[in-house]
Structure formats: structure tokens, C-alpha cells
């Protein structure tokens, strides 16, 4: 079945560092790739997402290039705040746009 | 512009008690789901809906039961709470466009 892998965490950066956070797949078909990020306390927020190879999302300095022939969707930033503190999820939705499969977070903690 | 919205935030129930989660969406989407966040697993569904009228299971659904009598509204029922139900809960409907849109969350505990 479809399924989501994402690096353990927790991962510990200093400020302005650079974040890579990697993320691979296995569906069938073509499905959709997202990140969601979770601040503590709050729900789900859509970070960025692809929904073909070769797509790449982006938003508030994050990126992520859907990768088909690695089957992977690593997210990025190349100078990371303190407010960046938070869990990201690896997300895809399958063929029919109805199910979503997360992976189990990693938690970025950026130190001043 | 609410989005979703799930209640309550946070509750305590006794083991044996039941309770329902309340979810409302006014995005009119058809597509709502409910899942659980445990430490080290992620998001596991535990039901899910495709329109008024039509409920299945996912990954997790003992213990719970579920309805969608409007496109509106998700309840989601604990039946008869357990230790092992101490969880968060996240309600969720998904756009036409395929993007998933969460609660905030429930925080629940089963002493």
C-alpha cells in the first residue's frame, strides 16, 4: 500500500543554519506530495505541496522538489529561525485524492 | 472564516465513560476524516467519511464510532473510553482540490 517515510528526529539546529529534511514515498499512480507543519498546541498547517514530478513548492523559505525517479519529497530551507520550532509531516494523497498518508514527524528545535 | 472546527479542546474522561467529539466545516467539502496523534506514529485514520450519509473505517476504529447526517458536521463517539484512547484528535475535510484542512485538535485523556 501507498506509505510515507520521513528521517527520525529530533533534529537540533542553531539559527540560520541549513534544514534538510528527508522524506521518500511508495504509492501507485501519480499522487499528490505535501509538508504539514504542527506548531505546539495547534493543529496541521499546510507548508507547501506538489502534485507532479518535477513540481516544486514553496512557501515561507521553505522548498520541496517532487522527485519521481528517487520517489522523494525532502523539504529544505536554507536559513532557519527560531520560529521555524515546530513537527513537520511527509504527506501524500493517493490516486483518488481521498486518502492521506502521513509519516511520523520530525521535530525541529532551532536554538538561538 | 472558520475552517474547521473541533470541540472540545481539551477533556478528561474516566475509563467506561463515553463522550462525543463535536466537528463542523463550512467549506462544503465532502470529504471529512478523523484521526489520532500518538507520540512516534504519526497520524492514524480512525474514520472517515466521503458525504452525507456514507462513513467507513480506517486504520484504527475500535472503540469508535462515527456519523454524517449533514456535510457539515463529523461527530466522532467514544464508546466506552480506555487508558489506550488517550490520545490527540484531529478532525479533517479535503477541498476539491485536494488539500487536507485539520482542526486544532482535541486533547483527550482516559484515566
Known amino acids: 500500500g501507498d506509505s510515507v517515510t520521513q528521517m527520525e528526529g529530533p533534529v537540533t539546529l542553531s539559527e540560520e543554519a541549513f534544514l534538510t529534511i528527508n522524506c521518500t514515498y511508495t504509492a501507485t499512480g501519480y499522487p499528490s506530495l505535501f509538508w504539514y507543519v504542527q506548531y505546539p498546541g495547534e493543529g496541521l498547517q499546510l507548508l507547501l505541496k506538489?502534485?507532479?514530478?518535477?513540481d516544486k513548492g514553496s512557501n515561507k523559505g521553505f522548498e520541496a522538489t517532487y522527485r519521481k525517479e528517487t520517489t522523494s519529497f525532502h523539504l529544505e530551507k536554507g536559513s532557519v529561525q527560531v520560529s521555524d520550532s515546530a513537527v513537520y509531516f511527509c504527506?501524500?494523497?493517493?490516486?483518488?485524492?481521498?486518502?492521506?498518508?502521513f509519516g511520523t514527524g520530525t521535530s525541529l528545535t532551532v536554538i538561538p | 472564516n472558520a475552517g474547521v472546527t473541533q470541540t472540545p479542546k481539551f477533556q478528561v474522561l474516566k475509563t467506561g465513560q463515553s463522550m462525543t467529539l463535536q466537528c463542523a466545516q463550512d467549506m462544503n467539502h465532502e470529504y471529512m476524516s478523523w484521526y489520532r496523534q500518538d507520540p512516534g506514529m504519526g497520524l492514524r485514520l480512525i474514520h472517515y467519511s466521503v458525504g452525507a450519509g456514507i462513513t467507513d473505517q480506517g486504520e484504527v476504529p475500535n472503540g469508535y464510532n462515527v456519523s454524517r447526517s449533514t456535510t457539515e458536521d463529523f461527530p466522532l463517539r467514544l464508546l466506552s473510553a480506555a487508558p489506550s484512547q488517550t490520545s490527540v484528535y484531529f478532525c479533517a475535510s479535503i477541498s476539491s482540490g485536494n488539500t487536507i484542512y485539520f482542526g486544532e485538535g482535541s486533547w483527550l485523556t482516559v484515566v
Open positions: 506538489a502534485t507532479k514530478a518535477d
Open positions: 504527506a501524500l494523497s493517493d490516486h483518488t485524492g481521498n486518502q492521506f498518508y
